[in-house]
């Protein structure tokens, strides 16, 4: 029983939109389906028609507006006096709507914004009218959601996704759509970004449709993969929302390429198109079953689809000489297969090799292989001289000939005893090393200056080199270049360039070697002056100095014996014999005197214990020899023209014996007078 009335309850409470309260106020509950408002007591309704006089409801709001918006009013007359009333709002939005008196407003917060796109453009609700609990009308609610433009366009993503498209797609063509919505219903159109570095291949003719056609035609062998960005934008708003987005195209391979020789050289940057290499080869005569070495690389050729890679086969076609040359069908290698005649006349070989699709033997290509055979090389190129001399003259000519002495065309030349033509190599190139704007070799050695750059004395030092292109053998020597003046003779030879160029210089060197030795001479005259001035003064010092401390026994009163002594012994240095009187000679050059004479002599000579006197000279450096006499003319007349003249120095006596005056001093003074 309990259990029944509880159903019951619960029926009744579903049921019921409100709950009246005691007094003269009516009462409006607000549950999910209804609405809570209060009216005061003049605002009571007659019980006649106050449920029968409203209507349906059809009002407008837009999303987004805040809590409260004002809706509708709800058309039913109140009347003093009447009984209670409850309103009731139901239906699927009717959480959207509450009621406040005589209005109904909308019920949003922070959090429950009123959205368009979500709710869809209508709110559709009921309002009941009871009348003392019983239902006395019913009406419709329908509120129009206006919409704003409040959001961006979207791409939808499976429209741009990476795809792919095959490189032989025609141009013109459409060869992808992509597709953008906006939830506001705003029309859209399709903007490629010229800024993307492969927007060039496409474009769109019509931007609302949002087909992309390919403008360009595709390479796979250019560029694997493409990538545009891509815009999508309102057109009939103001705020013109937009959006962007990244396409990735793959590009897919197909076999159109044909093979090619490595290493490719392009026809041109933007022209895919290889030209083949030409493969060359060294061997000698004697050479045979071996593999050739080939210049630039071993023969190898590539696919020109890098995508599908389909495999290759090598062949000769042409220049094997009967066999003598075997090519392997798989790698491309090369075999000498027998040595090469040596009677026979052409030494180099040129072969014709063919590359193509195992598959598809239509797609090939074809290079050439030349296979030159070598003669013994047993000395190394030289040049003839190690330094060659070279002049130019300036002038306003962009281009002269450099020569040597005597104006000859200047030629470097080389020499190869290999070659019994007076040893000229053909094979032989010159060139410049490192290379030189004013300056070019030809190949027969003629060098050759661009005369309008050059200035006059200037000179320049060049580096010529001379390959053997056939053994790779190389040798270099150096060119001495000098611009002449315009006007100025090329010398005829060595010693002529260096009178033409050295006459400064040997003016200078001459000058400066004139100055050098006039210092060297300056200075010894200076020394040797110094030496004189220096000697003089201590050769006057010595004899007086020394006769004043040995002889004090003779006197200072005769100095003329000093000077006559003195005198007498520069002169016998001196190598002269002549003297005031007479002719001094030495006493070993007469006959000795007679006995009378000796004896006369010898009384009235004082004895000296030796015939060489000594002047006081402590260092030894003065000697005075006595050995000299004097011989006296004497007068006509006489039997013998000379006589012996006494000793000049009979009267010193330096010992134990000196005199003690003057008049001891035995001179030959007196005869003088």
């Known amino acids: 029983?309990?259990?029944?009335?509880?159903?019951?309850?619960?029926?009744?409470?579903?049921?019921?939109?409100?709950?009246?309260?005691?007094?003269?106020?009516?009462?409006?509950?607000?549950?999910?389906?209804?609405?809570?408002?209060?009216?005061?007591?003049?605002?009571?309704?007659?019980?006649?028609?106050?449920?029968?006089?409203?209507s349906n409801i059809f009002a407008s709001v837009r999303e987004n507006s805040p809590a409260g918006q004002f809706i509708s009013h709800i058309s039913i007359r109140s009347d003093p006096g009447a009984n209670t009333v409850r309103l009731c709002l139901t239906g699927p939005n009717a959480n959207w709507f509450y009621l406040e008196g005589r209005t109904i407003r909308l019920n949003s917060s922070a959090s429950r914004v009123l959205d368009r796109e979500v709710l869809g453009p209508f709110l559709i609700a009921e309002l009941t009218c009871y009348e003392d609990d019983i239902k006395q009308s019913h009406y419709r609610i329908l509120v129009e959601i206006l919409n704003e433009n409040?959001?961006?366009?979207?791409?939808?993503?499976?429209?741009?996704?990476?795809f792919s498209i095959s490189e032989v797609v025609a141009v013109n063509s459409v060869v992808f759509t992509v597709k953008a919505v906006d939830s506001d219903g705003d029309m859209i159109s399709y903007i490629i970004d010229q800024s993307s570095e492969d927007a060039w291949f496409f474009r769109i003719d019509l931007p609302n449709s949002g087909k992309v056609v390919l403008s360009k035609p595709l390479d796979y062998e250019s560029r694997t993969r493409l990538q545009i960005i891509m815009w999508a934008q309102e057109t009939n708003t103001e705020e013109k929302f937009n959006i962007s987005t990244i396409l990735t195209i793959d590009i897919e391979d197909v076999d159109d390429q044909y093979p090619h020789f490595l290493p490719c050289t392009p026809v041109s940057p933007r022209v895919p198109i290889c030209m083949n290499p030409t493969y060359t080869a060294n061997i000698t005569r004697k050479q045979q079953d071996s593999v050739l070495e080939f210049s630039p690389g071993p023969i190898r050729a590539r696919d020109g689809d890098r995508g599908i890679n389909a495999p290759l086969m090598y062949t000769i076609l042409s220049g094997d000489n009967h066999g003598k040359f075997v090519m392997d069908n798989r790698t491309g290698e090369i075999r000498l297969a027998r040595a090469?005649?040596?009677?026979?006349?052409?030494?180099?070989?040129?072969?014709?090799?063919?590359?193509?699709?195992?598959?598809?033997?239509?797609?090939?290509?074809?290079?050439?292989?030349?296979?030159?055979?070598?003669?013994?090389?047993s000395f190394p190129p030289v040049f003839n001289t190690t330094t060659f001399k070279g002049f130019i003259i300036q002038s306003s000519s962009p281009a002269s000939i450099v020569s040597t002495y005597?104006?000859?065309?200047?030629?470097?030349?080389?020499?190869?005893?290999?070659?019994?033509?007076?040893g000229v190599n053909p094979n032989i190139r010159f060139f410049l090393h490192p290379t030189s704007r004013l300056y070019q070799v030809t190949q027969e050695g003629v060098l050759i200056a661009r005369t309008d750059q050059l200035r006059a004395f200037d000179r320049h030092i060049l580096q010529v080199v001379a390959r053997d292109e056939e053994s790779g053998e190389e040798a270099s020597a150096s060119v001495?270049?000098?611009?002449?003046?315009?006007?100025?003779?090329?010398?005829?030879?060595?010693?002529?360039?260096?009178?033409?160029?050295?006459?400064?210089?040997?003016?200078?060197?001459?000058?400066?070697?004139?100055?050098?030795?006039?210092?060297?001479?300056?200075?010894?005259?200076?020394?040797?002056?110094?030496?004189v001035r220096r000697r003089r003064p201590q050769e006057a010092d010595v004899l007086p100095a020394t006769t004043t401390l040995k002889h004090h026994k003779v006197s200072s009163r005769s100095p003329g014996f000093m000077d006559e002594a003195l005198h007498r012994q520069a002169s016998l240095r001196s190598g002269s014999f002549h003297g005031r009187q007479g002719l001094y000679i030495r006493r070993q050059s007469l006959p000795p005197p007679t006995s009378s004479s000796s004896a006369a002599d010898s009384r009235t000579r004082p004895q000296s214990p030796s015939s060489e006197v000594s002047l006081s000279d402590p260092a030894g450096r003065c000697r005075f020899q006595t050995d000299l006499f004097v011989m006296v003319e004497k007068p006509a007349g006489v039997a013998s023209g000379w006589e012996r003249s006494p000793d000049v120095t009979a009267g010193l006596q330096l010992h134990a014996e000196m005199p003690q005056s003057d008049k001891d001093v035995n001179t030959d003074q007196s005869r003088d007078t």
Not at 406 to 422: A, I, R, T, Y
Not at 483 to 508: N, Y
């Open 340 to 377: 090469v005649d040596e009677h026979q006349p052409g030494a180099n070989f040129t072969l014709t090799v063919m590359v193509c699709q195992v598959e598809d033997r239509l797609k090939y290509s074809v290079a050439t292989v030349v296979v030159r055979v070598l003669s013994e090389n």
């Open 150 to 162: 409040d959001n961006k366009p979207k791409f939808l993503e499976e429209t741009i996704q990476p």
């Open 406 to 422: 005597g104006n000859q065309v200047l030629q470097v030349q080389v020499s190869d005893q290999d070659f019994s033509d007076q």
């Open 1 to 54: 029983m309990s259990r029944m009335f509880c159903l019951l309850l619960w029926q009744l409470l579903l049921r019921v939109s409100c709950h009246v309260a005691a007094g003269k106020n009516i009462y409006y509950f607000n549950s999910y389906w209804c609405s809570f408002s209060t009216l005061t007591a003049d605002s009571v309704w007659s019980s006649a028609s106050l449920c029968t006089v409203g």
């Open 480 to 531: 001495d270049i000098e611009v002449l003046q315009r006007g100025q003779a090329v010398p005829h030879g060595a010693f002529t360039e260096q009178q033409l160029f050295g006459d400064v210089d040997s003016r200078l060197a001459g000058g400066i070697a004139a100055l050098i030795l006039l210092t060297f001479l300056s200075a010894f005259l200076f020394l040797l002056l110094r030496f």
